[in-house]
């Protein structure tokens, strides 16, 4: 992932303008590249044969694009490479947020909605930087410890980049909204936190002779702290 140096808006339109609750919503690139790079899955909608899908995916951002890996046999990943329009959700569920009543129930959440399309990447050293990024992405110092790809799976992968052409955020935070006059009930009301976790780290039946690489439980480490 990349940072933007400047925090400069996105192109406000109807197709990202945030319409319910909008004071939730932000178009400021630095706010949509946080939640995009803190969040390991992308939901990518596209079209195919006049059908809608949406299909989860691991996703990087570097710069202003999201890259996507996949193989050259997937219709995601085609649509992806073929430039046609499409939009990509991400979703970071921070708590639930429980109300007197069950109208006002809610999650606190942080959400990024990109709009764009791709094109494939094709050279051989750019496609193969683009797949570290990724592989950074999920786990930092994994890309230098396992076997690299060979040219037979270099052959059978697609790689895609999509260009952040707009896109918004929406955030909620804080506690529940009752009405005024369900203040008063005596029904608890409050929030119930939520973070990820990682577990500790299960070895497969071919590595039970070896330890656990430092750069896994680092991983882990930088997970949890915020637990």
Known sequence: MTSSSASEEFPRSAQNRVRRVPDRGSYDQRSVYQVLDA???????????????????L????DNRLLFHGS??????????SGQPLCIGVTLLDGLVLAKS?????????SATVFGSGV?????????SALRVISDKIMLGRWEYAR????????????AAVEI???????????????????????????????????????DANSTNLPVPDHVQQWRASVNRTT
């Open 165 to 203: 052409e707009t896109a918004s955020t929406k955030v909620r935070l804080g506690g529940p909204k009752d009405d005024a006059e369900d203040e008063s009930l005596p029904i608890w009301s409050g929030t119930v936190p939520l973070s990820p976790f990682a577990g500790p780290a299960v070895s």
């Open 148 to 159: 690299p790809p060979t040219s037979q799976e270099m052959k059978a992968t697609l790689v």
């Open 59 to 62: 996703f990087a951002r570097q």
């Open 120 to 128: 494939a990447i094709r050279e051989e050293a750019e496609r193969m």
């Open 72 to 81: 050259t046999k997937s219709r995601l990943m085609l649509a992806l490479a």
């Open 39 to 57: 969040a390991l899955v992308a939901h990518v909608a596209f079209i195919q044969e006049g059908s809608p899908f949406v299909i989860p995916m």
């Open 102 to 110: 069950l109208f006002h129930h809610s999650m606190n959440y942080r």
